[in-house]
Structure formats: C-alpha cells, structure tokens
C-alpha cells in the first residue's frame, strides 16, 4: 500500500489558483521533511516545495514557484499541502509528494514508493 495520497489537481486557466492534498500514513518517526516534486512531459520529476515535520515548519521553493507557491502541513492529520497561485502554462504537470532529505538544500528523497500524483493542467 502506498503511503502517499495526493488529490486537488484540475484544469486551470492562467493566472488561477489550485490547492494541492496529500495525505500520507507513513509514521511520523520517518518524517523529517516533505515535499511536493511534479514532472511534466518529456522532463525530470523536480522538487518545487519542502517544508519541516518539526516545530519550525521550515520552507524552500525552487525559484520557479518562488513567491507564488505555498506549502503547509497539518501535523495532527498528516496531510500536506500545496497553494498555487498566479499559475503559469508552465507548470503543468503530474504533482507527487513524497519525502525530502533536506529543505535547506533542496536535497530529494523517497519513502520508497510513490503515490499517483494529481495531475495540474493550466491553459493559456
């Protein structure tokens, strides 16, 4: 069984705004950090969002997303989520959760297994 769950995708038109779920069940002992990574056609998965499990909730972006995307987490659910606001043709893709080794750095990693993902498709 997957522990990842991500939900919220859609068709969006440019300049909208979508709010990406990801419920995962994998034990908070494992977490130290969660992303959002996405992949778009022809191209590499990459991190766009990762933020803390811990008490400060630390966040980076890739300057891609910079300053239009938000991640938060609600620890008691242990759900994940990702605001996109002033969306761009651009980031259209296949949006994953999965683990991040380190926010700081942008550093990926893997639970071992990744979820479905949710599929974001903005028009221009």
């Known amino acids: 069984q997957v522990p990842l769950v991500e939900s919220g995708g859609g068709l969006v038109q440019a300049g909208g705004s979508l709010r990406l779920s990801c419920a995962t069940s994998v034990s908070i002992f494992s977490i130290n950090a969660i992303g959002w990574y996405r992949q778009a056609p022809g191209k590499q998965r990459e991190l766009v969002a990762a933020?803390?499990?811990?008490?400060?909730?630390?966040?980076n972006y890739a300057d891609s997303v910079k300053g239009r995307f938000t991640i938060s987490r609600d620890n008691t659910k242990k759900t994940v989520y990702l605001q996109m606001n002033s969306l761009k043709p651009e980031d259209t893709a296949v949006y994953y959760c999965?683990?991040?080794?380190?926010?700081?750095?942008?550093?990926?990693?893997?639970?071992?297994?990744w979820g479905q993902g949710t599929q974001v498709t903005v028009s221009s």
């Open positions: 999965n683990r991040v080794l380190q926010v700081a750095s942008m550093t990926p990693g893997t639970f071992g297994s």
């Open positions: 933020i803390t499990w811990d008490s400060s909730g630390r966040t």
